[in-house]
């Protein structure tokens, strides 16, 4: 077979994400947009929803609106890894800000991972939340040797609980041969990112919280004679004491501070028609999300009901069509795992990952405006727990303070929120990745 035409898309093939069959898009109650607010959100992902459920339950009328339905950007189209994957390491982290900054930011992202469990049984959320553990596979010889370097660099703390797996013991974790070893964050997890996203959705209606979908934030003036905001959207204005840009990897000229400082990157993913519970299992016998160590990196794992390959990763050097990038993800997905290559895919998708300069989430207020965005690739948890700090800083709460909320965020000369260079990285890295430098 070859699995770089269309015969490898099944019959009943979808170009919408996978999680949407078990959680299609909310409907809303219809509610008419109201002429004020103590607080508005704009977009509905988990950081709107996360923060709107914190200034509601703290006592302020807040609306969330959002261009599109409620959760349709990357909170429902997501591969549903969750982890506390801070970016840089603790010596570029010490580098740049010292180290004792550099261990908050590090501590900061494991407390965020540690805070969505808790988060998720707290608000008793149905959406398969498990404690997997993530394989995080070594692509060259060369790079297990950089993580075990890695991991004698960072600071001695048994909260993160990674290890190393060497070559000879992967099966354990992977039936393949393709990866050289490679580390296990034993505290990293998975969910369904759609139900996930529905979960809070429901707990902040029952906060309370406004939500109007399809209804797009055209613009923003100040009035400054009490302090407050104008809202200009699709359905007419509105006013409001807070404005809370929640957008991140959609951030757009409404907002062109925050839009020059985040780079939108489009990923992409596939998922397999039922493989069957056994040889699904098989493929990741200790059901573990995977990543590996490539810069293009790939991620993926089996479905929440064990019976499908959920396939992601970049494929192209610009953005692309998912018909085009499903038969690219079979590719890669089927040299990982030969035994796919008759597999044929039912779902193809993509959503655009919010990433900044720093490599690191960003939250703060910038002329009167709040804002938390910029997780590159790691929204899940992050987006979740900075959305509640937000929150908890727009009431004016201790808690709501973050070792993130200080650093500066960044922007490039010559940027203003279109990726112009997103092609020549993208080939670079191939590159490197190609020669497994």
């Given at each position: 077979?070859?699995?770089?035409?269309?015969?490898?898309?099944?019959?009943?093939?979808?170009?919408?994400?996978?999680?949407?069959?078990?959680?299609?898009?909310?409907?809303?109650?219809?509610?008419?947009l109201p002429g004020q607010v103590d607080v508005?959100v704009i977009g509905s992902g988990y950081t709107?929803?996360?923060?709107?459920?914190?200034?509601?339950?703290?006592?302020?009328?807040?609306?969330?609106?959002?261009?599109?339905?409620?959760?349709?950007?990357?909170?429902?189209?997501?591969?549903?890894?969750?982890?506390?994957?801070?970016?840089?390491?603790?010596?570029?982290?010490?580098?740049?800000?010292?180290?004792?900054?550099?261990?908050?930011?590090?501590?900061?992202?494991?407390?965020?991972?540690?805070?969505?469990?808790?988060?998720?049984?707290?608000?008793?959320?149905?959406?398969?939340?498990?404690?997997?553990?993530?394989?995080?596979?070594?692509?060259?010889?060369?790079?297990?040797?950089?993580?075990?370097?890695?991991?004698?660099?960072?600071?001695?703390?048994?909260?993160?609980?990674?290890?190393?797996?060497?070559?000879?013991?992967?099966?354990?974790?992977?039936?393949?041969?393709?990866?050289?070893?490679?580390?296990?964050?034993?505290?990293?997890?998975?969910?369904?990112?759609?139900?996930?996203?529905?979960?809070?959705?429901?707990?902040?209606?029952?906060?309370?919280?406004?939500?109007?979908?399809?209804?797009?934030?055209?613009?923003?003036?100040?009035?400054?004679?009490?302090?407050?905001?104008?809202?200009?959207?699709?359905?007419?204005?509105?006013?409001?004491?807070?404005?809370?840009?929640?957008?991140?990897?959609?951030?757009?000229?409404?907002?062109?501070?925050?839009q020059r400082r985040v780079i939108p990157i489009?990923?992409?993913?596939?998922?397999?028609?039922?493989?069957?519970?056994?040889?699904?299992?098989?493929?990741?016998?200790?059901?573990?999300?995977?990543?590996?160590?490539?810069?293009?990196?790939?991620?993926?794992?089996?479905?929440?009901?064990?019976?499908?390959?959920?396939?992601?990763?970049?494929?192209?050097?610009?953005?692309?069509?998912?018909?085009?990038?499903?038969?690219?993800?079979?590719?890669?997905?089927?040299?990982?795992?030969?035994?796919?290559?008759?597999?044929?895919?039912?779902?193809?998708?993509?959503?655009?990952?919010?990433?900044?300069?720093?490599?690191?989430?960003?939250?703060?207020?910038?002329?009167?405006?709040?804002?938390?965005?910029?997780?590159?690739?790691?929204?899940?948890?992050?987006?979740?727990?900075?959305?509640?700090?937000?929150?908890?800083?727009?009431?004016?709460?201790?808690?709501?303070?973050?070792?993130?909320?200080?650093?500066?965020?960044?922007?490039?000369?010559?940027?203003?929120?279109?990726?112009?260079?997103?092609?020549?990285?993208?080939?670079?890295?191939?590159?490197?990745?190609?020669?497994?430098?």
């Amino acid at each position: 077979m070859n699995t770089a035409g269309p015969e490898i898309f099944a019959p009943d093939f979808k170009d919408e994400p996978y999680w949407w069959e078990h959680t299609p898009r909310p409907a809303l109650p219809q509610v008419d947009l109201p002429g004020q607010v103590d607080v508005l959100v704009i977009g509905s992902g988990y950081t709107g929803l996360c923060a709107a459920l914190q200034t509601a339950r703290g006592g302020r009328l807040t609306l969330v609106i959002d261009a599109e339905d409620p959760g349709w950007g990357c909170s429902s189209r997501n591969g549903g890894q969750v982890s506390s994957s801070i970016k840089p390491d603790f010596a570029h982290l010490a580098k740049q800000y010292g180290e004792s900054k550099a261990r908050q930011v590090l501590v900061e992202g494991q407390r965020a991972l540690a805070w969505i469990g808790e988060f998720v049984s707290e608000e008793d959320i149905d959406c398969d939340f498990k404690l997997s553990g993530r394989f995080y596979g070594a692509h060259t010889p060369a790079h297990y040797q950089k993580l075990a370097r890695l991991l004698d660099s960072q600071p001695d703390d048994p909260a993160t609980d990674v290890y190393l797996v060497p070559r000879s013991e992967q099966h354990a974790e992977i039936n393949s041969d393709y990866y050289h070893g490679g580390l296990v964050h034993s505290k990293h997890a998975a969910l369904d990112p759609a139900a996930y996203h529905q979960g809070i959705l429901q707990r902040a209606l029952a906060s309370g919280v406004q939500v109007l979908g399809n209804c797009p934030a055209l613009t923003i003036e100040q009035d400054g004679n009490n302090n407050s905001f104008v809202v200009q959207t699709g359905k007419g204005a509105v006013k409001a004491r807070d404005v809370i840009v929640a957008t991140s990897g959609y951030t757009g000229p409404l907002t062109p501070w925050q839009q020059r400082r985040v780079i939108p990157i489009g990923t992409y993913m596939i998922a397999t028609e039922d493989l069957g519970a056994g040889s699904a299992r098989a493929l990741i016998p200790g059901g573990r999300v995977i990543v590996d160590s490539r810069r293009l990196v790939v991620y993926y794992r089996i479905s929440p009901d064990g019976r499908r390959m959920l396939f992601g990763g970049r494929v192209s050097l610009a953005e692309t069509d998912t018909r085009v990038s499903a038969p690219l993800l079979h590719k890669q997905m089927t040299t990982i795992f030969p035994q796919l290559l008759g597999a044929k895919v039912t779902h193809s998708w993509m959503g655009f990952v919010g990433w900044t300069f720093q490599h690191l989430p960003h939250l703060g207020r910038h002329n009167g405006i709040w804002y938390a965005l910029g997780y590159c690739g790691s929204g899940v948890s992050l987006a979740s727990y900075f959305g509640t700090r937000l929150g908890q800083q727009v009431l004016g709460l201790a808690e709501g303070q973050s070792p993130l909320s200080d650093l500066p965020f960044r922007t490039r000369p010559l940027y203003h929120g279109k990726p112009w260079f997103l092609a020549a990285s993208v080939w670079w890295y191939r590159q490197l990745d190609r020669f497994g430098t």
